[in-house]
């Protein structure tokens, strides 16, 4: 698949209808979460025929397209119901049954997933709202339950931030782009 078609594909995705600004319910756009998804897939492999969970799925822009790209599953985990509908009604219009979610606080998760994906995707809070330290959190839980590798998008300021807890955990991270001035995302994955 082109990434134009992807990008026109994912701009039928249905967004959050009244954003809740607490959980940081920014969607990302089509263009961003295109260029994403099309660089796993294109470059590192990493969604066909894969087990890929998507942390703070929201209405599941990026979990619908790794499910285009042909995950084997995508699970999508938020903690609002009111997100997980519309996601939910996402995946009925595109007819996908590579699909999969999960309502839960991704804080919450521990150990519960160990290394059972191979791959994570994730936009994730990025602790602005009074949940300071929320996206080092889904980041350590991503880490923790991915086998291969975990894209995820963080803001160009935590940069030096990210490399010195990546460090801290023993697992290589690499700027793979810079989408805007304040975006970029990472692959970080557990050395052998
Ligand atoms: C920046 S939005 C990304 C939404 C979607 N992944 C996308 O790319 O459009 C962050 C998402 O994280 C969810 N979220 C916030 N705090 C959470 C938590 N503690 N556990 C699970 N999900 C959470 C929000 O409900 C929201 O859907």
Aim: aromatic share 8%; proline share 3%.
């Amino acid at each position: 698949m082109k990434l134009k078609e992807l990008e026109s594909c994912l701009q039928q995705v249905d967004g959050f209808e009244e954003p809740k600004i607490l959980l940081e319910q920014y969607p990302t756009s089509p263009h961003i979460a295109g260029c994403m998804l099309y660089t796993i897939h294109n470059t590192f492999d990493d969604i066909q025929n894969k087990l890929v969970a998507d942390l703070g799925c929201g209405c599941g822009v990026l979990s619908i397209g790794a499910a285009v790209l042909d995950a084997g599953l995508c699970v999508g985990f938020d903690i609002d119901e009111d997100a997980l509908d519309i996601f939910k009604g996402n995946v009925e219009d595109f007819e996908l049954s590579n699909i999969d979610m999960v309502q839960c606080d991704v804080c919450s998760i521990g150990s519960s997933y160990a290394k059972k994906f191979d791959t994570v995707i994730m936009n994730p809070p990025f602790g602005t709202k009074h949940n300071q330290g929320i996206d080092m959190q889904f980041l350590q839980t991503a880490i923790s339950m991915a086998s291969t590798a975990v894209y995820s998008l963080h803001k160009t300021s935590t940069r030096d931030h990210i490399q010195k807890k990546a460090n801290d955990w023993k697992v290589k991270m690499e700027v793979i782009a810079v989408l805007s001035e304040q975006q970029e995302y990472k692959e970080s994955y557990a050395e052998p």
